[in-house]
C-alpha cells in the first residue's frame, strides 16, 4: 500500500513526459502490491502447514520458542466491454447525456442489466463443463484455476485507483492541460481494467460458494434441496432478499458519509476567510476523519447482518432453510454485483471525456458534462462498494455455514 501510495505523485510527474511512461509507472505499482500480497498468503499457507508438521511429528507447538516458523510467520505477518469507452454501449450513455440527467442515468442502469447476460452464461458453461468432468471436486478445481489469477487480477485492480489519484493531484497541483488529459486517458483504462479484475472476482466468488456449498450439504447430510419444500422455499425468498438488504445498507453509508462531507465543506467555505479566492487552506484533515470514521462506523451493520444470518436461520430453522438461504443469496447476488459493477463503470467511463467521440459531446461546464458527472457520482459506490461488497456476503456465508452443521446446529455444542 506504501508504493501505491508513492505511486500516485509519480504518476502525475511521468505524466508531464507522456501516456506510455505515466502508464508504466502505475501499472508496475500495482504489479507490485498485487503480486506482494498474492506471495505473502502463499508464504503464510506455507507457513502455518511447516507448523502443523511439526506439532504432528516432533509433538512441538505452533507459539513454542523452540519453533523457527514462528519469527518468519510473524515477519510475513507484519508486512502484511461493458466500460470501454471506445465501444458502443459507453458511447450510447454518453450520447444519452445530451438530454440531461435522467437519460444517462436510464442508459446506464439499462446497460448494467444487460451486461449481465454474458456473464452467467460463461459461469453456467463453466460450471456445466466442470461439474460433468469431476462433480464438486471438478468445481473446486475450476474455482481455485481461477484464483490462481488472484496476483495479476490484484495488479490491474490495483492500477485504477493509482491513475485516479494522479488526476486528482494533477487537478489540485494546477498542471498544464495536456497533462490532465493524459492523465484522463489512464484513468480510462484504468476503469476498464477495475471492471475486468472485478468480474474476475465475482465468477472466482460463485465457483468458490458452489465449492464450499458441496462441502455443507454433504456435511449436513442433504441429499437434495428440494424446492417444493416449504422450508427451502422461504429460505430462497429471504437469501433473494439478502443482496438487495445489504447493496441497500452499503449504499446508505456512502450517502451518509458523503453528506457529512459536504455539511463540514459547506462550513469551511462560510467560516475560513479567503478560502473560496483560494487565498486559504481548507483543513484537509477534518475531512479525511470524517471519511475515516464513516468508513469503519458504517462498516458494523453490513457485517453483522453477514455474520448473523446463517447463525440466526441455521440455528432457529434448520439446514434445508439455510440452504435455501444460501442458493437465494448465490443466484441474485452474483447477478447484481456484475450489473452494479458494470453500470458504475460505465457511467465513470463516460464521464472521463478522453475520447474523441466524449469531446463532442460538449466541453467541461456544459450540460451534458453536467449530466456526465452526476451518473459518474451515482457510479461511484455502486462500483466501488456496493458491486465488490457481495462478493464477501456470498463467500462469507458460505464459509462460515458449516461449522455449525456437524453440531446439529445448537449454539451450546459450538461454544
Known amino acids: 500500500m506504501k508504493i501505491a501510495t508513492y505511486a500516485n505523485a509519480r504518476t502525475t510527474l511521468e505524466a508531464r513526459k507522456g501516456v506510455v511512461k505515466a502508464f508504466i509507472t502505475a501499472l508496475r505499482s500495482g ?38 516458523a514462528d519469527y518468519g510467520l510473524v515477519w510475513l505477518l507484519g508486512l502484511l466491454q461493458s466500460t470501454i469507452n471506445a465501444y458502443s454501449p459507453v458511447q450510447d450513455v454518453a450520447d444519452s447525456c445530451r438530454t440531461g440527467a435522467a437519460t444517462s442515468v436510464i442508459f446506464g442502469l439499462a446497460l448494467g442489466y444487460k451486461s449481465v447476460v454474458i456473464p452467467i452464461f460463461a459461469t453456467a458453461v463453466s460450471i456445466f463443463v466442470s461439474f460433468s468432468f469431476a462433480a464438486m471436486y471438478g468445481i473446486a478445481v475450476t474455482a481455485l484455476g481461477m484464483l490462481s489469477t488472484i496476483a495479476t487480477g490484484l495488479a490491474i485492480d490495483a492500477y485504477g485507483p493509482i491513475s485516479d489519484n494522479a488526476g486528482g493531484i494533477a487537478e ?61 422455499f422461504i429460505g430462497l425468498i429471504v437469501g433473494a432478499m439478502l443482496p438487495y438488504r445489504f447493496s441497500a445498507m452499503t449504499m446508505k453509508s456512502v450517502g451518509r458519509a458523503t453528506l457529512g462531507m459536504v455539511e463540514e465543506v459547506c462550513r469551511q467555505f462560510n467560516s475560513i476567510p479567503g478560502l473560496m479566492e483560494g487565498n486559504a487552506m481548507p483543513d484537509y484533515a477534518t475531512c479525511v476523519k470524517i471519511f475515516t470514521h464513516a468508513s469503519i462506523k458504517e462498516m458494523i451493520p453490513p457485517g453483522a447482518l ?77 462500483k466501488d462498494t456496493s458491486g465488490p461488497s ?16 456437524a453440531h446439529g446446529g445448537l449454539l451450546i455444542k459450538i461454544f
Not at 506482494?36 to 505452533?62: D, Q
Not at 457481495?390 to 452443521?405: D, G, R, T
Open 306 to 382: 453477514v455474520l448473523l444470518t446463517p447463525l440466526i436461520v441455521g440455528t432457529f430453522f434448520g439446514v434445508e432453510t439455510l440452504a435455501g438461504v444460501l442458493t437465494g443469496a448465490l443466484v441474485f447476488g452474483v447477478q447484481i454485483a456484475i450489473s452494479a459493477s458494470n453500470t458504475g463503470g460505465a457511467w465513470i467511463s463516460k464521464e472521463a471525456g478522453a475520447s474523441e467521440h466524449a469531446r463532442t459531446l460538449g466541453p467541461k461546464g456544459s450540460a451534458a458534462h453536467k449530466a456526465a458527472v452526476i451518473g459518474d457520482t451515482i457510479g461511484d459506490p455502486l
Open 172 to 232: 489540485m497541483a494546477s498542471m498544464s492541460h495536456r497533462v490532465r488529459e493524459r492523465t484522463d486517458a489512464l484513468d480510462v483504462a484504468g476503469n476498464t481494467t477495475a471492471a475486468t479484475g472485478k468480474g474476475f472476482a465475482i465468477g472466482s466468488a460463485a465457483l468458490v460458494f458452489l465449492a464450499l456449498f458441496g462441502g455443507f450439504v454433504s456435511r449436513a447430510a442433504i441429499s437434495t434441496v428440494d424446492v417444493r419444500t416449504p422450508k427451502v
Open 31 to 68: 504489479v507490485v502490491m498485487g503480486f506482494l500480497l498474492a506471495s505473502n498468503g502463499l508464504l503464510v499457507m506455507t507457513g502455518k502447514a511447516f507448523l502443523k508438521r511439526l506439532l504432528v511429528e516432533r509433538n512441538i507447538p505452533e507459539d513454542d520458542p523452540r519453533n523457527p
Open 390 to 405: 457481495l462478493n464477501i456476503l456470498i463467500k462469507l456465508m458460505a464459509v462460515e455455514s458449516p461449522f455449525f452443521v
